[in-house]
């Protein structure tokens, strides 16, 4: 087998101390400004959640998912459809100015003034923002999936695991 080495460990280590020294902000949702469009990016979501459940169905359907593999793969899906759902109801109403204001004193802290009447939205808002919650297992179960798949192409031995 073929592997790929992109950085060397001299390489890696210089990339996740300038990470260290250098942090930026990385936010999980994303606000998007006018040259894309909301429109276009809310679209996206709807079609890697469609995407993700044809893939669940194709698994299910040529009974793949005995497989540890494939059957990681298939839950990696699933987190990405429940990300997508929550990320796109994020973005309907953070776009949506009469519903709340946010106010963002600093980087790590922000507070939400919910209009009367519609005080549950702000708490629908709070409770997707944390979507990190299903895309990092999402991510973990994909990896994972790729993990099981290689080695078993590796080995050129089929894992026929019941766990």
């Known amino acids: 087998m073929m592997r790929c080495r992109i950085f060397g460990v001299g ?3 210089a990339f996740l101390l300038a990470g260290l020294l250098f942090p930026l902000p990385a936010f999980a949702v994303q606000v998007h400004a006018e040259p894309e469009g909301l429109y276009v990016h809310q679209m996206a979501h709807a079609f890697f959640a469609f995407s993700m459940g044809i893939l669940i169905y194709w698994l299910r359907e040529r009974r793949l998912t005995a497989h540890k593999g494939w059957r990681r793969l ?13 990320t796109f109801i994020n973005h309907h109403l953070e776009a949506r100015g009469d ?3 946010i106010a963002t004193p600093g980087v790590f802290t922000a507070w ?7 005080e549950w939205v702000a708490l629908v808002f709070y409770v997707t923002k944390m979507d990190h919650l299903l895309c990092v297992p999402a991510i973990v179960f994909l990896f994972s ?5 290689l080695r078993s192409a590796d080995g050129g031995r089929v894992e026929d695991e019941a766990s």
């Open 74 to 86: 298939q839950y990696a899906a699933l987190f990405f459809i429940l990300w997508n759902v929550d």
């Open 112 to 118: 939400i003034s919910p209009n009367p009447g519609v």
């Open 145 to 149: 999936s790729l993990h099981h798949l």
């Open 11 to 13: 390489g890696s280590a």
């Open 99 to 101: 519903l709340f204001e």
